[in-house]
């Protein structure tokens, strides 16, 4: 009997200690110290409640509100990028201004060596869209103002709360690696990201996570979105008396009208991938006076492959409209040029996990309420503010369609995916006044503070988990052997930093009157 009573201790022994030292290797791994939920380390959990603290969620949120406020147009959002920067520069952020040759895009830097992981935050309005916060119905603080009717107010704000996070998180712990914060004007009409990587302003960036609004929360990988080449004709012609001697004329308007026929008559014969529009800048003072000077400024969008084709295409309609009206081409300038979006695979995965980490933000009646009254001014379904996380997002098939973004440039330099994080009434239109209604008050905040937490998460599971790291790094280097960078800007192309600079200035005073601006 004792014999048996001393094999049983010593199996006993053996089993303990074989248990003790798998919990020893699995603290030490990555510091993967569970704390009762998948994933929740100790580095992450601090980041995590540096952002669920109330008064850290307020100021963000107050943050994302001020830029709502000042409703700044692409390349002049002079306020809103100082915000971003002052904000984290108090948190010991290394800011370099002007990058690129852009004075409201910046890169913050805190950290160094590797690696090294990047956030993406846009800051810029769109014309035309001034509405009141929260109110269901149409109504414009100024009229023909600017609005944020994409969001974009709270997407710096969540980019800059996660690399905070991310930092503090750093320190307590002692975690080696950098961490970025690129501020980038313009997205609206995608302007500051091909400039930027023309730059190298990622060469060194293992990994970036971009960020956008949405009335849900979701992520996804594969290629999205049209390449796009952002285009300005001009063409010169003669003055002369409209109704005296417009034989003596030759019309600038005439060639750009001529253009857009040639252009329209174009579209039976383009890909069904494409898409072409058009708006014109310039086309004289008086219709009693032929016009010498007369613009049209195009936006041409197709897949990667089929872009530069249509483009040129596009060029020669241009060419013949001079040809046919007896006026010069006298410049086509391109202003931008991306291409789709090629989100990581194993960057969305990650950013996925952490979005069933966070879990969707619990709405209240009032917030309820106000997305139930815009959905019914809108003719939607009645149903408030989301109660489930959106499904996976899987490729599928030929990319028809959709918008741009210069994210896309990003994307095919270092491994990149998009979180897509809530705060917008499901329902509400894209680039329109329900949106800029919606992208304000508590129900923004708390959209906002989710998707820096998920932000934050991810970027440290990339700075602290080198497996990690190292597979999407591998999966970016096959993609890139079938899907190599070439830039589709010409050569000599330059930030358009005039742009938006007299629409803004039109409307700045009044905003301020009306409380827009401080």
Request: glycine content about 10%.
């Amino acid at each position: 009997m004792n014999t048996i009573i001393r094999y049983r201790r010593v199996f006993i022994t053996i089993i303990l200690f074989i248990l003790s030292t798998a919990l020893i290797f699995s603290q030490k791994e990555g510091e993967d110290e569970f704390l009762g939920k998948a994933d929740l380390y100790k580095a992450k959990k601090s980041a995590l409640e540096y952002l669920s603290d109330n008064l850290i969620v307020k100021k963000f949120g107050n943050i994302a509100d001020s830029i709502w406020h000042y409703a700044e147009l692409g390349m002049q959002e002079f306020k809103s990028s100082a915000i971003l920067i002052k904000t984290l520069e108090e948190e010991g952020f290394d800011v370099e201004k002007g990058v690129a040759g852009m004075p409201t895009c910046f890169v913050a830097t805190w950290g160094s060596g590797k690696p090294v992981i990047g956030i993406l935050g846009e800051f810029d309005a769109l014309p035309m869209l001034s509405q009141k916060a929260l109110t269901p119905v149409q109504d414009p603080v100024i009229p023909g103002a600017p609005g944020h009717g994409c969001g974009h107010n709270m997407m710096g704000p969540a980019g800059i709360a996660a690399a905070i996070a991310v930092k503090k998180s750093m320190e307590i712990h002692n975690l080696q690696g950098t961490i970025k914060f690129f501020g980038s004007p313009a997205e609206e009409t995608i302007i500051s990201r091909p400039y930027m990587v023309r730059e190298g302003v990622f060469n060194d960036v293992d990994a970036v996570i971009d960020n956008h609004t949405s009335s849900n929360f979701s992520t996804g990988y594969g290629v999205s979105g049209n390449a796009v080449i952002s285009v300005v004709f001009s063409f010169k012609g003669k003055t002369a008396h409209s109704a005296g001697s417009p034989w003596s004329g030759r019309s600038a308007l005439d060639a750009v009208e001529l253009m857009n026929i040639a252009a329209n008559f174009l579209r039976e014969h383009l890909f069904y991938t494409y898409r072409l529009h058009y708006v014109i800048t310039e086309g004289g003072e008086a219709p009693n006076v032929v016009p010498d000077k007369a613009s049209v400024w195009y936006y041409i969008r197709n897949t990667d492959e089929r872009l530069e084709e249509m483009y040129n295409r596009v060029v020669d309609c241009a060419r013949g409209a001079a040809l046919a009206s007896g006026t010069i081409l006298d410049s086509v300038r391109v202003i931008t040029a991306v291409h789709q979006k090629h989100s990581n695979k194993g960057m969305a995965e990650t950013i996925r996990k952490n979005i069933e980490l966070i879990g969707l933000p619990e709405w209240i009646e009032t917030e309820h309420s106000f997305a139930k009254s815009l959905q019914k001014e809108l003719g939607v379904k009645e149903t408030g503010y989301p109660m489930k996380i959106s499904p996976w997002r899987h490729p599928s098939g030929v990319q028809v369609g959709g918008g741009s973004t210069d994210v896309g440039e990003v994307t095919l330099v270092v491994p990149t995916a998009t979180l897509n994080f809530p705060g917008g009434v499901p329902g509400a239109i894209g680039h329109h006044w329900s949106s800029v209604a919606s992208f304000y008050g508590s129900a923004a905040w708390k959209g906002l503070n989710a998707g820096a937490k998920v932000m934050a998460a991810t970027a440290l599971d990339l700075l602290t988990k080198q497996k990690l790291l190292n597979e999407i790094k591998a999966e970016f280097a096959e993609y890139s052997k079938e899907h190599p960078y070439k830039s589709f800007l010409p050569e000599g192309a330059k930030p358009p930093l005039d742009l938006n600079r007299e629409l803004m200035d039109k409307y700045r005073k009044a905003m301020m009157q009306a409380g827009l601006e401080d």
